[in-house]
């Protein structure tokens, strides 16, 4: 039976429950199937290698952080075929997240609305997990780790949580992304100003760059970025990567923009909207970050990926490499062949 005829039999179970429900069982049902070996038959991508950030990838998609937030479940996403598995966002201290319900399926629209406040157990747990994978002991291929800021760490305080956060992830990351994006942790997105983003970088840099020294190794840093910018933010943003000399930049976040939900069922849940409306958004600020940025910095592209055909057009506006993360809710694990498959033919 192949990959997308099994789970459009299975989608339909899935989507009656609720939203983060289904999370909750899709995941651990996948760690059993990896246990029992019955991962073997998943299609995987051919190999497509892409060196970015001084590393290279297998495959150039990758899944995006936010499904994993805690690094439990990363030897059976690694089975699905994916280039680079990034897990996050982390936080310091442990945190239940906000309020449930806080995840909303769109069916019509392809899209999920979320509000669920960077929920985990923290870093120290959070490491232990990366550490008890298969994929980081045998270094099986590329592992990125995202970390933020506690909602209950005032903004003005952010950059010590994200240094606490890096000093502890940072000897098991083929590299780190800070998560500057995402709109349910109150205030979180003023970081991307330009003041606030200046000095957060500044301090970073310096702690990567002594990590560096310690570790005998250099991870990469990339900044996660919003899709809710202008111009004017853009060119601010990408002049802050130049200046500090971060590694890379992954675009985008979920929006706040309801604009194209706001007419259906739970269409105006307070959260960020991700899936096939912030496609377009999303390739706008890719767009406008390449011309900023040339080859100077590479841009990783997620948002609204929901075909093969959007992966390579994502690439196509100046991605290096490409994320999936609601794309695989709706239409299953063979999104990832698919994606890798136009990557490879129209970008190869």
């Known amino acids: 039976m192949s990959q997308k005829l099994l789970y459009s039999l299975t989608r339909p179970l899935l989507f009656a429950l609720g939203a983060e429900t289904a999370h909750?069982?899709?995941l651990p049902?996948?760690?059993?199937?990896?246990?029992?070996?019955?991962?073997?038959?998943?299609?995987?991508?051919?190999?497509?290698?892409?060196?970015?950030?001084?590393?290279?990838?297998?495959?150039?998609?990758?899944?995006?952080?936010?499904?994993?937030?805690?690094?439990?479940?990363?030897?059976?996403?690694?089975?699905?075929?994916?280039?680079?598995?990034e897990v996050g966002t982390v936080t310091p201290l442990g945190q239940p997240g906000n309020p449930k319900p806080r995840m909303f399926r769109l069916p019509s629209k392809r899209a999920i609305i979320n509000r669920m406040g960077f929920n985990n157990h923290g870093v120290d747990a959070f490491v232990q997990n990366v550490q008890a994978s298969r994929f980081y002991q045998d270094k099986q291929g590329v592992l990125g780790l995202n970390i933020g800021k506690n909602a209950a760490t005032p903004i003005e305080n952010a950059a010590d949580d994200y240094l606490v956060c890096l000093e502890k992830v940072y000897p098991y990351a083929s590299y780190v992304t800070v998560n500057i994006s995402s709109p349910n942790t109150q205030n979180l997105r003023q970081l991307q100003g330009a003041s606030e983003l200046d000095a957060l970088l500044s301090q970073l840099k310096a702690a990567q760059l002594r990590l560096a020294d310690k570790h005998k190794r250099y991870v990469p840093l990339a900044l996660k970025i919003a899709p809710d910018v202008d111009a004017e933010q853009i060119k601010n943003i990408a002049g802050a990567l130049l200046r500090?000399?971060?590694?890379?930049?992954?675009?985008?976040?979920?929006?706040?923009?309801?604009?194209?939900?706001?007419?259906?069922?739970?269409?105006?849940?307070?959260?960020?909207?991700?899936?096939?409306?912030?496609?377009?958004?999303?390739?706008?600020?890719?767009?406008?970050?390449?011309?900023?940025?040339?080859?100077?910095?590479?841009?990783?592209?997620?948002?609204?990926?929901?075909?093969?055909?959007?992966?390579?057009?994502?690439?196509?506006?100046?991605?290096?490499?490409?994320?999936?993360?609601?794309?695989?809710?709706?239409?299953?694990?063979?999104?990832?062949?698919?994606?890798?498959?136009?990557?490879?033919?129209?970008?190869?």
């Open 244 to 348: 500090h000399k971060i590694d890379g930049v992954i675009a985008t976040n979920t929006t706040l923009s309801h604009r194209d939900v706001d007419r259906v069922r739970h269409g105006l849940e307070q959260g960020g909207v991700s899936g096939a409306p912030v496609f377009a958004l999303s390739n706008i600020v890719v767009r406008a970050l390449k011309l900023e940025l040339g080859d100077a910095i590479p841009i990783i592209g997620v948002g609204g990926i929901m075909s093969g055909k959007d992966a390579a057009e994502k690439m196509t506006v100046g991605a290096s490499l490409v994320q999936l993360y609601t794309g695989l809710i709706y239409a299953g694990p063979s999104l990832v062949h698919d994606c890798a498959e136009a990557i490879r033919v129209q970008h190869g």
């Open 24 to 26: 909750d069982l899709t």
């Open 29 to 85: 049902g996948l760690r059993r199937a990896h246990a029992l070996g019955l991962m073997a038959a998943v299609r995987k991508p051919r190999p497509d290698p892409r060196t970015v950030m001084g590393i290279t990838f297998p495959n150039p998609v990758g899944l995006a952080a936010g499904l994993d937030k805690d690094g439990a479940y990363i030897d059976a996403l690694a089975a699905l075929g994916f280039g680079s598995i």
